[in-house]
Nanobody, 111 residues
Framework: QVQLVESGGGLVQPGESLRLSCVAS????????MSWYRQRPGKERELVAG????NITASVKGRFTMSRDDAKKTVYLQMINLEPEDTAVYYC????????WGQGTQVTVSS
């Protein structure tokens, strides 16, 4: 059983930055199996950064970067130049959509 704990969400103004963190439990083999998803209000959950950061969705490319630290079993999502459309609950995932999910962290971008 892999447990994931996200942190770092909050309320920011447009143009500001946030860094999300996700720590995996000891049963996680590698951070290379981890991804970030988000669910915007009224929309389905969508992939933001997959394949350990090698795959960034087009709508956030150039603004979001995923990085990872295997020793700490932690992945990060650095988000810059945030837009109101980035408002969502951000989820950490291990092992794909049929794998494990964190509880989510709320990111709200509003002036």
């Amino acid at each position: 059983q892999v447990q994931l704990v996200e942190s770092g969400g909050g309320l920011v103004q447009p143009g500001e930055s946030l860094r999300l963190s996700c720590v995996a439990s000891e049963f996680a083999i590698s951070t290379s199996f981890m991804s970030w998803y988000r669910q915007r209000p009224g929309k389905e959950r969508e992939l933001v950064a997959g394949r350990a950061g090698a795959n960034i969705t087009a709508s956030v490319k150039g603004r979001f970067t995923m990085s990872r630290d295997d020793a700490k079993k932690t992945v990060y999502l650095q988000m810059i130049n945030l837009e109101p459309e980035d408002t969502a609950v951000y989820y950490c995932n291990y092992g794909g959509v049929c794998g494990y999910w964190g509880q989510g962290t709320q990111v709200t971008v509003s002036s």
